[in-house]
């Protein structure tokens, strides 16, 4: 989960280096010509320097006119002072008018004790009733025993059971049906094999 930013300049002993402006740190790009902050599709940002709705850690944004922090739409939020659903962790948040903990939308849960599907790690959420783990909607999950498409780290689901083809990089897909490690719908993939301009 450590990838850096959009795009990456080149590598160096092995690591990929950062290339671009203010984002930095954990994203997620559905564009086959990004190039920086001109984003007009589906990418998470993890950037210290977010300003927006005082929000500054992790955020997804989904903007066809991205321009820093003039985001107002779908993003994900990592703040510990959130309070909706008993929730105060990680979470994702899709609302024009964010103002803080007042979030009862979109959200990504980081919980330790979720078991739904035999899960218990990171998960993303879209139920303005989450309970804790009577979840059965959007959600991501991060778990190294994933082993559909010889995929075993990061990936968010929406449904249940993935039998699309083998990817090796970085993406997202939509499809419907969980069931544990045979996702066949909406996930994220983080794998080591992403490099530059290999986003579409």
């Known amino acids: 989960m450590t990838y850096r930013k959009n795009y990456f300049e080149h590598k160096i002993n092995g690591q990929l280096k950062p290339l671009g402006n203010s984002v930095n740190k954990l994203y997620t790009v559905q564009d086959s010509g990004f190039t920086g902050n001109s984003v007009n599709k589906l990418y998470i940002v993890q950037d210290s320097g977010f300003t927006g709705n005082s929000v500054n850690k992790l955020y997804i944004v ?6 820093g922090n003039s985001v107002n739409k779908l993003y994900t939020v990592q703040d510990s002072g959130f309070t909706g659903n008993s929730v105060n962790k990680l979470y994702t948040v899709q609302d024009s008018g964010f103002t803080g903990n007042s979030v009862n939308k979109l959200y990504t849960v980081q919980d330790s004790g979720f078991t739904g599907n035999s899960v218990n790690k990171l998960y993303t959420v879209q139920d303005s009733g989450f309970t804790g783990n009577s979840v059965n ?10 082993t559909g498409n010889s995929v075993n780290k990061l990936y968010t689901v929406q449904d249940s059971g993935f039998t699309g083809n083998s990817v090796n990089k970085l993406y997202t897909v939509q499809g419907s ?17 992403f490099t530059e301009n290999s986003v579409n």
């Open 62 to 67: 989904q903007d066809s006119g991205f321009t």
């Open 137 to 146: 909607k959007l959600y991501t999950v991060q778990d190294s025993g994933f």
């Open 177 to 193: 049906g969980f069931t544990g490690n045979s996702v066949n719908k909406l996930y994220t993939v983080q794998d080591s094999g």
